[in-house]
T-cell receptor
Framework: GENVEQHPSTLSVQEGDSAVIKCTYS??????FPWYKQELGKRPQLIID?????GEKKDQRIAVTLNKTAKHFSLHITETQPEDSAVYFC??????????????FGKGTHLIIQP | GAGVSQSPRYKVAKRGQDVALRCDPI?????LFWYQQALGQGPEFLTY????????KSGLPSDRFFAERPEGSVSTLKIQRTQQEDSAVYLC???????????FGPGTRLTVT
């Protein structure tokens, strides 16, 4: 089955700086890669996703890049703000034709924005 | 509109008891997923329904875990003879057929003592 590795487990950056979180996956059949943000005690919320037919996607301060050959994808957050502090999870799934199936998640990155 | 809801939000069970966790998906969402999230870990896939059909149950950790969605809307995850290692947050998610985004519920925190 799929295995998703995520690094780093904790990332501390100064407010206003950029943050990068990296993930690798093992199953070449995976073709859908979402990123979720989870605040303490809350539900995971989708912040951005990418499908394997594109290499990069951007939404305001957030961007995701995908390298299918190397089987890795990354989350980039620019101009970080205190409200970006949370745990971020990458995930991978196979789209078998009806939208993605069950997600395989990484272990998470605790992002801390220092004021 | 209303999001995914789960009940109860918190459940304490003595080891050996049976528990039932409920998920109400977003209206019209045909796909429903259950995940288990241990403390400090990412969610782990348990099982997946499309309407009332359970298409994948490969993530259920043992035969003590059973899920159903008899009318294709509300789903129940049942855990028999709970063990301490079952302590976790159980998350339910739903999505529209043919779409990608999964919408998560708030979870049920199960503590087995």
């Amino acid at each position: 089955g799929e295995n998703v590795e995520q690094h780093p487990s904790t990332l501390s950056v100064q407010e206003g700086d950029s943050a990068v979180i990296k993930c690798t996956y093992s199953d070449s059949a995976s073709n859908y890669f979402p990123w979720y943000k989870q605040e303490l005690g809350k539900r995971p919320q989708l912040i951005i996703d990418i499908r394997s037919n594109v290499g990069e996607k951007k939404d305001q301060r957030i961007a995701v890049t995908l390298n299918k050959t190397a089987k890795h994808f990354s989350l980039h957050i620019t101009e970080t703000q205190p409200e970006d502090s949370a745990v971020y999870f990458c995930a991978a799934a196979v789209d078998s034709g009806g939208g993605a199936d069950g997600l395989t998640f990484g272990k998470g990155t605790h992002l801390i924005i220092q004021p | 509109g209303a999001g995914v809801s789960q009940s109860p939000r918190y459940k304490v069970a003595k080891r050996g008891q049976d528990v039932a966790l409920r998920c109400d998906p977003i209206s019209g969402h045909v796909s429903l997923f259950w995940y288990q999230q241990a403390l400090g870990q990412g969610p782990e896939f348990l099982t997946y329904f499309q309407n009332e059909a359970q298409l994948d149950k490969s993530g259920l950790p043992s035969d003590r875990f059973f899920a159903e969605r008899p009318e294709g809307s509300v789903s129940t995850l049942k855990i028999q003879r709970t063990q301490q290692e079952d302590s976790a947050v159980y998350l339910c998610a739903s999505k529209l057929a043919g779409f990608y985004e999964q919408y998560f519920g708030p979870g049920t925190r199960l503590t087995v003592t």
